[in-house]
């Protein structure tokens, strides 16, 4: 099954597994893109949201926000976060082939979506391409499997079944700031930062953390429900001797995340 099919089947968890944790790293990135109030700002591959909606509270009601995705049904859930904001609006866009002219916004936001573009630099050259002259666009990304929330969960996978390595590791093809520094450069940008943020967030049991993937929450979770038992089994079990560690089995646990963010600014 395609990516797309587990991130549209997965739209409607994706705040329950994963929701809590990504809006913590949102306020490095609208620091990062230097959001002020009254911008046009576009939010590529916005999932359900929540960038957007932290966007739009900075750019206030002299600003709007454009939340876009090339997914129809996690655009859906964005739509229920976003409903009654007057300065949003939507759009169902690939982000390697934009369709707004040339110089449309201040700011290009892309919050945990670039590694999963088929072709980042393209992607990279859209954004700079929409940007106004002297605007920024600032993106985040995965650093490691051991410190993600849950796409570790789709790098165990790859171990019990092959055919997936390639899939799970484009979580963190971009995790390398050189890299991605480099890719900036190439899409011509100019005063290019980069930093990252590291959160760790406890449960009370790996029970407790595991619960969302088990019910099929968001789209890890519907590519880990789509394997057989044994597999399944052996999956959960990697990823609890991986978050439990030395601490004894059934108590608290803490998951460690690092993010990493680049931003540029159009010459």
């Not at 876009?68 to 609006?89: E, F, K, T, W, Y």
């Amino acid at each position: 099954m395609s990516d797309r099919f587990y991130f549209d089947a997965g739209a409607d968890g994706y705040d329950r597994s994963f929701g809590r944790v990504s809006s913590k790293f949102i306020p490095t990135l609208t620091r990062s893109a230097h959001l002020s109030s009254g911008h046009r700002a576009l939010d590529v591959a916005t999932g359900t949201g929540v960038a957007a909606e932290a966007a739009a509270e900075i750019v206030g009601p002299s600003g709007h926000v454009v939340a876009a995705d090339i997914s129809v049904p996690i655009l859906d859930q964005a739509r229920i976060r976003l409903c009654g904001r007057a300065n949003v609006s939507f759009a169902i866009e690939d982000g390697q082939a934009l369709t707004f002219p040339e110089g449309r916004f201040d700011t290009v936001l892309c919050s945990m979506g670039l590694m999963l573009f088929p072709d980042p630099a393209q992607g990279l050259s859209e954004f700079r391409r929409v940007l106004r002259k002297g605007g920024r666009a600032a993106v985040s990304v995965g650093t490691t499997p051991e410190r993600s929330f849950v796409a570790r969960i789709s790098a165990a996978i790859a171990r019990h079944v092959p055919s997936k390595a390639k899939d799970s590791t484009r979580f963190f093809t971009l995790g390398n700031a050189n890299r991605l520094q480099a890719l900036f450069e190439a899409a011509g940008f100019s005063a290019i930062k980069t930093t990252t943020k590291t959160c760790r967030f406890p449960f009370r049991s790996f029970d407790d953390y595991f619960e969302p993937i088990e019910v099929g929450s968001g789209n890890v979770a519907v590519e880990y429900l789509s394997l057989v038992p044994e597999i399944r089994r052996a999956v959960r079990e990697d990823i609890r001797r991986e978050l439990e560690g030395a601490a004894a089995s059934g108590g608290p646990i803490e998951v460690e995340v690092e993010v990493l963010y680049a931003s540029g600014r159009k010459g």
